[in-house]
């Protein structure tokens, strides 16, 4: 930062405050129950009609690290991460000088008076409270002191941007409501945060302001991974296989819960779910396969050190044929790394897990609704195709809070794709396991303890009749055979979102949670540039036929992604034209944390403009990098 | 010339009317005179004299010589042969879709003890009925001989190479891990193994079976613990063992004291004449005592050592619905559109 910046008179002291536009964010020590107040926030702005979004930034750790938490309010409805920090809430004296130092000037900082960070800059509007002080007025018992000494931050911001305290009481109301000693003792620590502030800022100018708007009527609040378990859980799953990790664990547990609520049988009060603990996630997917090859959806989720484990018998599961659905919410590797940070990183592992010849779908949901859908869609795609599938999520997407229309109850019977049955069997006249009947290289699978002749399930070793064979041959009739399944499978996987503007010559593909970054850099290059941009989102892999045609439209495609490497272009060289590869770009963004747009408007402009160059000085680089400092 | 007429007589069927030939798999590719050879005819007896159908089997394995052998008996169920040492979870995963199954598992000492031990542990933990077979040779027989976990110390390859670790006694680990059914057989022992076997089909709850099975061509040399010849002169039965099936109205007359006997879940019999005075086989620290005693003399002990026949088992933990999860329909495995709403309102 030039030093310049530093004497700059805080301006947006002086010019009316920025109304629904802006990010916040709360720094504290984990384990101090920041989590409560960090939500209440959160939903207050939500009920009052704001689009909202909430990031939870966390160590690798249960109490006494530094964790963030950023809510980003915006009257556009852009809630990818912002990368400036607009009003910072400094609790947590490790971090305070260096979070205050980071701000851009002209900011806010609301902080613990006895942290003095009036003193670090002189450019920024600072509102010290003494929060020790006006917590032991509220709370006599010293004990629960820590556990709602953040609340108070609450009433402070309430009054500082405007935020309507009954929507703050309705928030920490709902959240609480089986607590009442806690509810009061929290609504007490709020209020006094409020009185706080009105006694000793009002008038004060302050440089950004939350009023209602009516963009969040009717709409959910819900965390990817509890999305993705109502999914499965719609989905009629029946036996789910698990091991903790983080992101994932949620998922199963949420899950869990939603079973014993609703998948207990009401005649008999006995379950139509088996849910186990593994011991490993070897034994998970192992459980998952074992249950699949005996009929029933299975499921598991995990993170990359779980894929890692998991490869063997992905590999098993791709050759004998066998559905499983794997979700992998994926964080920064690998397992002494940075597990509680997101990324897109295990795209290219996934996509040819396990070794010899395999390859598998991949679903890529950008949203909570996603998780929801997509989950349902993966259980019949598996049994569909007879193979495994991973749907592709994040920590982003998984462990925060997203906005989202209500989900709609799915109106499609389930596909339990090609089993054998008296019907089927009479409609094909003769079965062999492995004999491609219909083209589409997917076979007739016999179910254990149901219709139809046993059979041994192997790996690669068999052929069309599932006897067991080494004849070069069979082998090479299984793998193309295997092929053309997954060829089969482009036309039944998730379509792209395809957005073509009139006249752009450049075009951008995202997928996942990069699409909430992507919305917000369009318009940014379109305001600050002028340059117009279609829009691809991939929603799967393999991909369709969509893409020869939107490359060719464009004169160059920027691949947005959240991994060092540009794995997700690096599978699309394998399928593409020499021509097609040759417009690629890649950005790509690997920080561990949530992608933001600016990052990336800024990559495209750079890129852009060494475009604009006459060609001898035009570096042509075809690998742009978008790092972002820390 | 007039061929006389030879009466065709009666086909021999058990008591669900199936010949012994429908007991049968495919052709054995395992060396001749191979241990596990004589093991998967044993299960092709018991499952036939037990009247199990065997369209009602799932056959499972890891990988090894072992874990081919499923092939090689009751051609009509059907069989998974896994990846090496994960057997376990994949039986635990079938038995959850569909708990109306009768699960038999086989494996080896390498698939079992190393590479699968993890595995094996949760499995004896979880009580999942199954039977499982670990056929022990000592040795890995696909790779051409290399020791394994249960190779004794001192035991010898035929290059003359001394195992210089302690075995694993896999018996001994599973009665201590919680298995509700531990027994230990010889592949040569075909009056014990077949009783053996019988009772496993009766028992709800994990089987432990572990086979001395030799290995003809890599563990059957002199120095060799594992060899036919040094389990023939090893073997120490610690009961004699009688079992009578629940179909077959039999009364045994036995002394008092001199038997254990254990009634099974399906209403079997199992009779366990003590070899032993004070050995009971339903006290695990008798058990554990037994195999310790007979090890310390470099003997080994075979016959039903450990049984708890009234543990609860994991589906019956589970609280599973009757029918197979596999097989229920979609209006009782996806909630109502008011559950949804229900949730959704929650979330608002």
């Not at chain 2, 959850?96 to 590479?115: E, F, K, Q």
């Not at chain 2, 016959?303 to 088992?313: E, H, L, N, R, S």
Request: proline letters at 6%; hydrophobic letters at 40%; charged letters at 20%.
């Amino acid at each position: 930062m030039a030093s310049s910046d530093l004497l700059a008179t805080p301006a947006a002291v002086t010019s009316p405050p920025l109304v629904n536009d802006l990010s916040i964010q709360v720094a504290t020590v984990n384990g101090s129950g920041s989590q409560t107040a960090n939500l209440v926030l959160l939903r207050s702005i939500f009920q009052m009609g704001v689009p909202v979004s909430g990031k939870n930034l966390f160590p690798s750790n249960i109490a006494g690290l530094p964790t963030w938490y950023t809510i980003r309010a915006n009257r556009h409805g852009y809630i990818a991460r912002k990368k400036e920090i607009d009003l910072l809430v400094a609790m947590n004296p490790e971090t305070a000088r260096e979070d205050v130092l980071s701000l851009e000037p002209g900011r806010a900082v609301v902080y613990d008076e006895a942290l003095k960070l009036d003193q670090v800059r002189p450019d920024i509007t600072f509102y010290p409270v003494p929060f020790d002080k006006i917590v032991a007025e509220v709370c006599p018992d010293a004990r629960l002191r820590r556990l709602v000494r953040n609340m108070i931050y609450d009433g402070v911001l309430a009054h500082l941007l405007g935020i309507d305290l009954a929507e703050m009481d309705t928030a920490l109301t709902r959240l609480m409501k089986k607590k009442a000693k806690a509810l009061t003792l929290n609504l007490a620590a709020l209020q006094a945060g409020f009185a706080y502030a009105s006694e000793h800022f009002e008038g004060r100018p302050v440089p950004f302001r939350v009023e209602r708007m009516r963009e969040t009527h009717d709409l959910i609040l819900i965390e990817g991974n509890g999305a993705a378990a109502l999914g499965c859980l719609m989905a009629g799953v029946t036996v789910v296989a698990w091991y903790p990790i983080t992101p994932s664990s949620s998922l199963c547990e949420t899950l869990i819960d939603y079973l014993r609520k609703y998948r207990i049988d009401p005649d008999t009060g006995k379950a139509t779910f088996a849910v186990v603990q593994a011991e490993d996630e070897i034994a998970a997917l192992g459980m998952v396969v074992g249950a699949s090859w005996a009929g029933a959806r299975s499921m598991t989720s995990t993170s990359g050190p779980g894929i890692s484990l998991m490869a063997e018998f992905t590999g098993l599961a791709y050759f004998a044929e066998l559905p499983a659905v794997i979700f992998d919410v994926q964080r920064v590797g690998p397992s002494t790394g940075l597990p509680t940070r997101t990324a897109q990183g295990d795209i290219a592992f996934a996509a040819g897990l396990s070794h010899g010849d395999t390859k598998h779908l991949l679903l890529l949901p950008a949203s909570v609704s996603e998780c929801y859908t997509m989950a349902m869609q993966a259980f019949d795609l598996a049994e569909r195709f007879q193979t495994p599938i991973f749907i592709m999520s994040d920590l982003d997407l998984g462990m925060n809070t997203w906005m989202a229309e209500p989900f709609p109850y799915p109106e499609a019977p389930l596909d339990r794709g090609k089993v054998l049955t008296e019907q089927t069997l009479a409609a094909i006249g003769e079965w062999s396991r492995y004999k491609d009947v219909d083209g589409d290289g997917i076979a007739y699978r016999s179910l254990p303890g149901q219709f139809g002749p046993g059979f041994f399930t192997r790996g690669s070793g068999h052929n069309a009749r599932a006897q067991y064979s080494e004849r070069p041959d069979d082998y090479t009739q299984t793998l193309d055979r295997l092929l053309r399944k997954f060829e089969s499978a482009r036309g039944a996987v998730p379509e792209p979102e395809i957005e073509l503007r009139a006249g752009a010559r450049v075009g951008i593909i995202a997928f996942g949670t990069s699409h909430w970054a992507i919305v917000e850099t369009r318009d940014q290059l379109r305001d600050e540039d002028r340059l117009e941009t279609s829009y691809y989102r991939l929603r799967a892999f393999p991909f369709t036929h969509h893409l020869d045609a939107f490359i060719d439209a464009h004169d160059r495609v920027y691949v947005v992604e959240q991994n060092r490497d540009g794995q997700m272009l690096g599978l699309m060289r394998q399928d593409l034209t020499g021509t097609r590869i040759n417009k690629l770009r890649s950005v790509r963004h690997y920080n561990g944390l949530p992608i933001d747009a600016r990052s990336v408007t800024d990559e495209i402009r750079a890129h852009e403009a060494r475009m604009a160059l006459p060609p001898e000085t035009s570096a042509e680089d075809a690998i742009v990098g978008a790092e972002e400092a820390v | 010339m007039s061929t006389p007429v030879v009466p065709t007589p009666p086909k021999k069927v058990n008591r669900i009317g199936l010949e012994p030939a429908t007991y049968r798999g495919a052709k054995t590719t395992l060396c001749a005179g191979c241990g596990h050879n004589a093991i998967s005819e044993r299960i092709i007896d018991a499952f036939y004299e037990m009247g199990v159908d065997p369209t009602r089997v799932l056959k499972l394995s890891g990988i090894g010589c072992s874990s081919k052998s499923p092939a090689y008996f009751l051609g009509s169920a059907h069989g998974f042969n896994s990846v090496h040492g994960r057997m376990p979870s994949v039986a635990t995963g079938a038995m959850l879709a569909n708990r109306t199954m009768l699960g038999i598992g086989v494996s080896g000492d390498g698939d079992t003890g190393a590479i699968g031990v993890g595995q094996f542990v949760h499995l004896m933990r979880r009580n999942l009925p199954l039977i499982y077979i670990v056929e022990d040779n000592g040795c890995y027989g696909l790779t051409k001989g290399q020791f394994s976990p249960t190779a004794d110390l001192g035991s010898t390859l035929k290059n003359g190479v001394v195992n210089d670790l302690p075995p694993i006694d896999i018996c001994a680990l599973a009665i201590e891990l919680g298995a509700t059914f531990v027994a230990r057989s010889f592949s040569g022992d075909k009056k014990q193994l077949l009783s053996i076997l019988k009772a496993a089909i009766s028992h709800k709850g994990t089987c432990m079976i572990d086979v001395i099975s030799p290995c003809v061509t890599f563990n059957d040399h002199e120095g060799s613990t594992k060899s036919y010849a040094y389990a023939k002169d090893h073997d120490e039965p610690v009961n004699e063992i009688s079992f009578v099936p629940f179909f077959e109205d039999i009364s045994v007359e036995y002394e008092e004291g001199t038997t254990t006997p254990v009634k099974m879940h399906d209403g079997s019999t199992l009779l366990l004449k003590k070899l032993e005075s004070t050995y009971n086989p339903t006290d695990k620290l008798e058990a554990n005592r037994m195999l310790h005693e007979t090890a310390r003399r470099g003997e080994f002990a075979t016959g039903v050592i450990y049984i708890q026949p009234d543990a609860v088992d994991f589906l019956t933990l589970l609280n599973l619905v009757d029918e197979p999860l596999a097989v229920l329909p979609q209006g009782r495995t996806r909630p109502s559109r008011q559950a949804l709403e229900e949730i959704m309102d929650k979330h608002r």
